[in-house]
């Protein structure tokens, strides 16, 4: 049985099960450099001083303290955590100064922060949740919370192993989710009496709105919304990547990915015609968009929605 305890082992469990022994064959300067050139999907640990390295930089963070205390700065603010504090923290090599007291223990789950975007509604719980967790990343959870972010963490630590399943992603997809609801409600609790007043704030709140309305359908570029919401591209694109620590491109595209979605669902569109109704200026253009945000061509998504063994041909260009 492996040891959870083992934070090299557990850290890099994820990979195939006989990469996480290679760091005998290293020094730590040598492995660090090595992970870095690694990509990381998911990745448990109970190492607090592990939570800002920097191969984890394009992940979101999700580390609950389960006794002692420790403290960190993020966004030049200094946090303390105690005994059920949650961190959630998208790119979270952002965080530094870690300091933990001798008692102190915790466990965390961190996931590619694209992947757990793609498995969430194109509201994404609202973009006031993101902006309150860039302003203060800690949500204080009671014990029934907290235990079950904790199962959570479990069921996908227990899972990491499973890589050779034909359908991981989905069922890792599935677990995060979970996960996240779970996370979902003490946040709005949280921030129920928060409001965002201020200018930038607003423009945010705006962008959102319009999003909203599912008009990235067909207007995906950032001068569009930065025309519709009165100020520059640089300024939206500005205030958007400090509020929320995230792109306004990728807002855009998760809000479009399940308009997407729901086009290729549809088997009476042809290819030709959804790249057409979502105003692609090519069919080659849609399906690179296709690749990049379902990671396969619309043609590949199509069929891996049929039933296993179907021979059913589906609309085309």
Same mark, same amino acid.
């Given at each position: 049985?492996?040891?959870?305890?083992?934070?090299?082992?557990?850290k890099? %469990?994820?990979?195939?099960y006989?990469f996480?022994?290679l760091?005998? @064959?290293?020094?730590?300067a040598e *492995?660090n =450099?090595?992970l870095?050139?690694?990509?990381?999907d *998911?990745i448990?640990?109970t190492?607090f001083?592990?939570m800002n390295?920097?191969?984890?930089?394009?992940?979101?963070?999700?580390?609950?303290c389960? $006794? $002692?205390?420790?403290s960190?700065v993020f966004n030049?603010?200094?946090?303390?955590?105690?005994?059920?504090?949650?961190?959630?923290m998208?790119?979270?090599h952002?965080?530094r100064?870690?300091?933990?007291?001798?008692?102190m !223990?915790?466990?965390?789950?961190a996931?590619d922060?694209?992947?757990?975007?793609? =498995?969430l509604?194109s509201n994404?719980? $609202?973009?006031?949740?993101?902006?309150?967790?860039?302003?203060?990343?800690?949500?204080?959870l009671?014990?029934? !919370?907290?235990?079950h972010l904790? #199962?959570?963490f479990?069921?996908l630590r /227990?899972?990491l192993g499973?890589?050779?399943?034909?359908f991981?992603?989905q069922l890792?997809?599935?677990l995060?989710?979970?996960?996240?609801?779970?996370?979902?409600?003490?946040?709005a609790l949280?921030?129920?009496t928060d #409001? %965002?007043?201020?200018r930038?704030g607003?423009?945010?709140?705006?962008?959102?709105?319009?999003? /909203?309305?599912?008009? @990235?359908?067909t207007?995906? @570029?950032?001068?569009y919304?930065?025309e519709r919401?009165?100020?520059s591209?640089?300024?939206?694109?500005?205030?958007?990547?400090r509020? #929320?620590?995230?792109?306004?491109? +990728?807002?855009?595209?998760?809000?479009?990915v399940p308009?997407?979605?729901s086009y290729?669902?549809?088997?009476?569109? +042809?290819?030709? =015609?959804i790249?057409?109704?979502m105003?692609?200026t090519?069919? @080659?253009y *849609?399906s690179?968009?296709?690749?990049k945000?379902?990671? !396969?061509?619309p043609?590949?998504y199509r069929?891996s929605? !049929?039933?296993?063994?179907?021979?059913?041909?589906?609309?085309?260009?």
């Amino acid at each position: 049985m492996q040891n959870y305890n083992d934070s090299w082992n557990i850290k890099f %469990h994820f990979f195939p099960y006989n990469f996480h022994f290679l760091h005998n @064959s290293f020094d730590s300067a040598e *492995f660090n =450099q090595y992970l870095c050139s690694m990509k990381i999907d *998911f990745i448990y640990s109970t190492d607090f001083y592990g939570m800002n390295a920097a191969e984890l930089r394009h992940t979101c963070m999700h580390l609950l303290c389960t $006794g $002692g205390e420790g403290s960190f700065v993020f966004n030049e603010r200094l946090y303390r955590i105690v005994k059920n504090d949650l961190v959630v923290m998208p790119f979270p090599h952002r965080a530094r100064n870690l300091a933990a007291g001798p008692d102190m !223990q915790v466990e965390w789950f961190a996931a590619d922060n694209k992947f757990l975007q793609r =498995q969430l509604p194109s509201n994404n719980y $609202g973009i006031g949740g993101a902006i309150s967790l860039n302003q203060n990343p800690v949500i204080k959870l009671n014990e029934e !919370q907290a235990g079950h972010l904790l #199962t959570d963490f479990h069921r996908l630590r /227990d899972r990491l192993g499973d890589r050779h399943l034909m359908f991981y992603r989905q069922l890792m997809g599935s677990l995060c989710l979970t996960m996240m609801y779970d996370i979902f409600e003490p946040h709005a609790l949280r921030d129920t009496t928060d #409001t %965002h007043t201020d200018r930038a704030g607003y423009i945010v709140k705006q962008l959102t709105a319009l999003l /909203d309305t599912g008009i @990235s359908c067909t207007e995906r @570029s950032v001068r569009y919304y930065a025309e519709r919401l009165h100020v520059s591209p640089k300024y939206l694109s500005a205030t958007f990547k400090r509020l #929320t620590g995230d792109s306004v491109t +990728s807002f855009i595209d998760r809000h479009t990915v399940p308009i997407l979605k729901s086009y290729l669902d549809d088997e009476r569109l +042809s290819l030709t =015609q959804i790249a057409e109704q979502m105003n692609f200026t090519s069919l @080659s253009y *849609f399906s690179r968009y296709c690749t990049k945000h379902l990671g !396969q061509p619309p043609s590949e998504y199509r069929q891996s929605k !049929q039933p296993k063994g179907s021979t059913r041909i589906m609309p085309g260009a």
